[in-house]
């Protein structure tokens, strides 16, 4: 690269916590750092006092404002607006004084409580915000619920927000269905997630272990996982699920019990700090969300050589598997769609084998490097 290496700030809530918005930002953060020798600089407002969960480069400064957004989580109505407007004036302050002091080249939000006012930091920095959910569910992550006056607001808020995303440089989202949304904007780039990690070696295929990696909430569709997978035990004598992930699984377990699945063979298990293991146990990868903004897990087993079986939601499986070549995609929110596209290559090793093949040389498309150079690209033009 020619000239002096570029400055980027990246501003998002937490690093500390093993979500899928943290492992992208860090791994491009240590990349651009590692590869491209940029001064590489992320900002968080939570997880006092605690690392980040993913590893992260000696070359990545981390500022913590520490302001403790997520306290507001368990107040009353009144006591959370009251608290919330006195960190946000406080975060604007922060935010401020720090690109002032640092004077970033880029600065990459993942927008969320920021882009009401980041556009209006005259720090000289190109604002730069990343999306990683599509539009319909943006800010709206408890979507089992919906009432009259929360879907009022959402359009206010939306109607809003459309005017901070058109004072961004760009706006850079994960599929090109995603930017079909955003009719309003002009700028708008699709960069996709990038591989978080190059498996040693696939899976042989050999364990009749269907695997899951997703945390336990209504958006990640466990409860319909767990209806299909009722019926794929019915039909299979010793095929077992194992799922990882992050949540409460208190419902899920009452879930379990009332339709009967066998516990020797459905495992509801926490978070692993080594997933890839996990996908190389397996044979069989599935996605239940009703959404999703991208689907990492999609991308980390088929690196590992795994067919996936996904509801075809909005937007991220349709964007990464290729339907009957490399998985399969199936009626978004139908169970029984599910439990039979599972039992399709359950039932089929021979298909099962020949979509792992190809689900390991089409991934390759997200790999780092390659995705790297599309930022790359993105930050020079600006």
């Not at 690093?15 to 492992?23: D, F, N, Q, T």
């Not at 946000?88 to 882009?115: A, F, G």
């Not at 879907?151 to 850079?172: Q, T, Y």
Request: glycine share 6%; hydrophobic share 40%.
């Amino acid at each position: 690269m020619s000239g002096v290496p570029l400055k980027l700030v990246y501003v998002t809530p937490a690093i500390y916590s093993a979500g899928g918005v943290e492992r992208v930002v860090t791994l491009k953060a240590n990349y651009f750092a590692e590869v491209y020798g940029y001064d590489v600089t992320i900002i968080v407002t939570e997880g006092k006092g605690r690392s980040s969960f993913f590893p992260l480069s000696s070359r990545v400064q981390v500022i913590n404002f520490e302001l403790g957004f997520e306290e507001l989580w368990n107040v009353g109505f009144l006591k959370k607006t009251y608290l919330y407007l006195q960190k946000i004036r406080k975060y604007k302050q922060l935010l401020e004084e720090e690109l002032l002091r640092i004077r970033p080249n880029i600065t990459i939000s993942t927008l969320r409580r920021e882009i009401n006012f980041i556009n209006n930091i005259e720090d000289g920095s190109k604002k730069i915000g990343e999306l990683h959910v599509n539009r319909a569910n943006y800010r709206n992550f408890k979507t089992e619920e919906s009432n009259l006056l929360k879907n009022l607001f959402a359009k206010f808020w939306s109607s809003r927000l459309v005017g901070h995303l058109k004072k961004l440089d760009r706006l850079v989202v994960l599929t090109e269905k995603d930017k079909e949304d955003w009719v309003e904007l002009e700028h708008v780039d699709v960069i996709p997630d990038p591989l978080p990690f190059v498996p040693v070696s696939v899976s042989p295929l050999t364990e009749k272990r269907v695997i899951v990696v997703a945390r336990y909430s209504h958006e990640k569709g466990i409860d319909l996982l767990l209806e299909a997978w009722a019926q794929v035990e019915k039909n299979t004598i010793d095929w077992r699920l194992e799922v990882f992930g992050d949540g409460d699984t208190t419902a899920f377990n009452a879930l379990i019990d009332k339709l009967g699945i066998d516990r020797r063979r459905c495992q509801l298990n926490g978070r692993t700090t080594d997933i890839e293991q996990e996908y190389l146990k397996s044979s069989i990868a599935v996605c239940s969300s009703r959404f999703e903004g991208f689907g990492m897990s999609i991308v980390e087993a088929m690196a590992c050589g795994l067919p996936v079986v996904a509801f075809d939601c909005p937007w991220g499986p349709h964007s990464i598997i290729n339907e009957g070549e490399d998985g399969i995609l199936v009626e978004n929110g139908n169970p029984s769609a599910l439990a039979q596209g599972i039992l399709s290559l359950v039932n089929d090793t021979v298909l099962c084998k020949k979509m792992s093949e190809v689900a390991v040389q089409n991934v390759q498309r997200f790999n780092i490097e390659h995705i790297a150079t599309q930022w790359r690209q993105m930050f020079e033009s600006l």
